[in-house]
């Protein structure tokens, strides 16, 4: 059954339209790591799931609109937890759609213009445009340094009270979360989090003078990024780290997870529920994009075009604008030793068990909306976590990163009937997210662009 035969047999509901519909003999992959449970039945009743059993014993009601997906596997949407939006109507709404054909059924933006970010929300709640479901941040909080000019993107903060200040302005304007940023010190990040929590709200935080273990103890919600341009020298366990050599300094990084800073992370992270979004894709380009040899993993062409100052511009087609090694030493430890080391360390941190979630940090060069998410996915099975694994990544612990696990995020009765029907069974490769062939949300269907979903040549 082909996906344009399923859709057009499967009306979107109207407001308030509680008519049935069942999924019929499916595998459902609920998001919880339980691996697929095979020949189900999965009821839904307008914007939820009202029941999943086995087809043999589950009853379907008569007045069901039956759809049989034999073969077929059904899993949570996924979620999304680092995008940007320009602020360009036109390309907000391009990359949401593309968002959304990629499965993608809800979405969290850690920074953005004053107001931007809780008008697209609002927006897209009303039902004016496409999209996942938007949770949004305001401009990000950091402390200025020296010859750093104003943007309309960030906040200077140089005090406890000016921190609590632009948190609560932030809350006072509708965020759902507060996003902190590199420069602040550790005495700024415990106020904007006491202040943020008091607030109702989660943090964000892209650290750097405040290292990770520092933040989590400080009660962080959400930790972000892996590698270039985070707090890398918490992990490099050398005598004196200033000294050493390109080599040494890499090496050591790699080595990370049998030294002590590691093990001093890892139980901090698990001793305060830390959630930790690696957005490897970003840092494959970043780190290893010296020219375009990368550039056709990444899709570019499937990109909304946009010439928007500060937005994509010559970073989609050319060497990634944030690659910068100093010598031709440190570029060849970047591309055998960094970012190996990265994928280790990412691997380590999922065999400790510490909860890992998914981001793209689309907004930057080459990251393509809605595609990179899949890559991302891959990144993960290239460093060795297991596909089921991975798809819980990607939807509960999304879900509970943002504090959305009662409603979504695992297929379970009650929940929102937000999912994916795939072709192909994902928990084999993970790769086989990519044959999407029907999405919903909320119990509408969305059509999936067919285009997107080939799998790479083996």
């Known amino acids: 059954m082909g996906s344009a035969v399923l859709l057009n047999g499967c009306e979107t ?11 019929y003999d499916v595998s ?8 697929p449970q095979r020949h189900q039945s999965v009821i839904l009743r307008g914007s939820r799931i009202m029941a999943i059993g086995p087809i043999e014993t589950t009853s379907i009601p008569d007045d069901a609109k039956l759809l049989d997906l034999s073969g077929r596997f059904v899993l949570p949407g996924f979620v999304d937890l680092h995008v940007h939006f320009p602020g360009e109507s036109a390309v907000d709404e391009a990359v949401l759609r593309r968002l959304l054909e990629s499965g993608i059924t809800t979405a969290l933006q850690p920074g953005s213009r004053p107001r931007t970010g809780v008008l697209l929300r609002e927006r897209l709640e009303s039902g004016q445009i496409k999209g996942p479901r938007l949770l949004a941040s305001g401009p990000v909080l950091n402390a200025p340094l020296d010859g750093q000019e104003p943007s309309a993107g960030r906040v200077w903060v140089e005090s406890e009270a000016e921190i609590r200040a632009a948190v609560t302005t932030q809350a006072a304007e509708g965020v759902d979360y507060i996003k902190i940023y590199r420069d602040l010190p550790p005495e700024l990040v415990a106020a904007a989090i006491q202040e943020a929590h008091q607030q109702g709200l989660r943090v964000a935080g892209h650290m750097g003078r405040t290292s ?7 009660g962080i919600d959400v930790l972000m990024h892996s590698g270039w341009g985070t707090p890398m020298d918490e992990l490099v366990d050398l005598e004196d780290p200033d000294s050493a050599t390109d080599t040494e300094w890499y090496q050591s990084y790699a080595d990370a997870p049998n030294g002590r800073p590691f093990t001093t992370l890892v139980s901090t992270l698990l001793a305060q529920e830390v959630i930790v979004v690696p957005t490897l894709s970003i840092h494959q380009a970043s780190g290893l994009g010296n020219d375009d040899t990368l550039l056709p993993l990444f899709e570019t062409h499937l990109a909304p075009e946009a010439d928007l100052a500060g937005w994509w511009g010559e970073g989609w087609r050319r060497k990634h604008p944030q690659y910068g090694p ?3 030493e440190e570029a060849h430890m970047m591309a055998t030793v960094y970012f190996p080391g990265i994928l280790g360390i990412v691997r380590s941190y999922f065999e400790h068990g510490v909860q890992l979630g998914v981001g793209t940090d689309v907004g930057n060069a080459w ?3 809605g595609v990179v998410y899949h890559h991302e996915l891959e990144l993960y099975q290239e460093a060795g976590i297991p596909p089921l694994a ?3 990544m990607a939807t509960r612990n999304g879900a509970v990163a943002l ?7 695992t297929v379970e009765a009650g929940k929102r009937a937000d999912l994916i029907v795939l072709r192909e069974d994902p928990t084999l490769d993970i790769r086989n997210t990519r044959s999407i062939e029907l999405i919903l949300q ?5 059509t999936a662009n067919e285009h997107l979903w080939s799998l790479p040549a083996q």
């Open 326 to 328: 100093d010598s031709e």
């Open 13 to 23: 509901p109207t407001e308030g339209d509680l008519r049935i519909t069942v999924l």
């Open 442 to 446: 909320a119990g509408r269907p969305v």
């Open 403 to 409: 504090g959305l696990q009662a409603e979504l995020g």
């Open 212 to 218: 990770w273990t520092e933040a989590a103890r400080l």
């Open 28 to 35: 459902v992959i609920d998001g919880t790591g339980t691996p």
């Open 367 to 369: 990251m393509t909306p």
């Open 390 to 392: 991975i798809l819980s």
